[in-house]
């Protein structure tokens, strides 16, 4: 668990990255990410443009700032099952869990970005979250992972 804490926390205080892809086109509202006993202390938006690509399909990037040791709570990582399938089905799509990176659609769901993802939803369907790198490592991992992008080539086919 800590070498995912520290790679959440690198930059200062921890940052979970959570994105959305779907055919909704507004955002969760302030405050949809407080849940008993967990809230961010602070909630970042950016809608992602998806302009140059084929698809069509709204992306935003939400990140969640923890200022205490909310990381280190056991209870964590139902809290993030949680905020995933709220945005998952908020955004009639598939919400995910990643490591700070670049967003292409041809990166998306693939092998080579597999262990970036910690946690995934596809909406109607119950949330993943791994906090563990070997498993992020696993052929497993990387096996679920090309399910999602399954979903996504199915449901916003480019």
């Given amino acids: 668990m800590s070498s ?14 959570l994105f959305t892809l779907g055919r909704v086109e ?7 990410f407080d849940l008993p006993g967990t809230r961010p202390d602070e ?18 990037e939400y990140d ?41 659609f041809d990166h998306l769901f693939t ?3 597999a262990d970036q993802i910690y946690g995934y939803c596809v909406a109607g369907d119950e949330p ?4 563990d790198h070997e498993i992020m490592k696993s052929d497993r991992w990387k096996r679920e992972i090309r399910q999602v992008r399954s979903v996504l080539d199915r449901s916003f086919p480019g």
């Fill in 4 to 17: 995912l804490k520290e790679a959440i926390s690198w930059s200062g205080p921890a940052v979970v990255v």
């Fill in 43 to 60: 909630v970042e938006l950016f809608g992602i443009s998806s302009e140059p690509w084929e698809r069509q399909a709204v992306v935003w």
């Fill in 111 to 113: 092998d080579d970005i």
């Fill in 64 to 104: 969640l700032t923890f200022e205490d040791g909310h990381l280190d709570d056991q209870d964590f990582p139902a809290y993030l099952r949680e905020c995933l399938r709220k945005a998952s089905v908020h955004a009639e799509g598939i919400a995910w869990l990643t490591f700070e990176g670049a967003f292409h």
């Fill in 128 to 131: 993943v979250v791994t906090w």
């Fill in 26 to 32: 507004s955002s969760l509202q302030e405050g949809e």
